[in-house]
């Protein structure tokens, strides 16, 4: 009976930190940028370096330091997406910016 017991609180525990993590993961793509579906429209390109310059890691909200940069395109619409890594603790992810209005 005691074992059933430990079971259950293993599984318990195990799907717990599962949706905890699954939770963490799809707030972090919801974040404006996160995704190239989500990128953040800009109609100059120095504004992508005032939106960088404003960017705080969503992991421990320090300041961000861009590694690297490049383009995309989709049809007729066009990507810029920065590399940066947080001053903090070190994560590293992508910031995407439509700049399809930038081109016209
Ligand atoms: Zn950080």
């Given at each position: ?8 609180a293993?599984?318990v ?28 429209v800009?109609?100059r390109f ?34 810029r ?5 947080c ?18």
């Amino acid at each position: 009976m005691l074992s059933i017991l430990f079971t259950v609180a293993i599984v318990v525990a195990v799907v717990a930190m599962a949706a905890r993590r699954w939770q963490a993961r799809h707030h972090g793509r919801q974040r404006l940028g996160a995704t190239i579906e989500r990128a953040v429209v800009v109609g100059r390109f120095d504004e992508i370096d005032a939106t960088l310059d404003r960017y705080r890691c969503p992991r421990c909200g320090e300041a961000v330091q861009r590694t690297g940069e490049f383009s995309r395109s989709i049809g007729t619409r066009r990507f810029r997406v920065a590399r940066v890594l947080c001053r903090g603790c070190g994560h590293e992810e992508r910031v995407h910016f439509d700049v399809t209005a930038a081109f016209h």
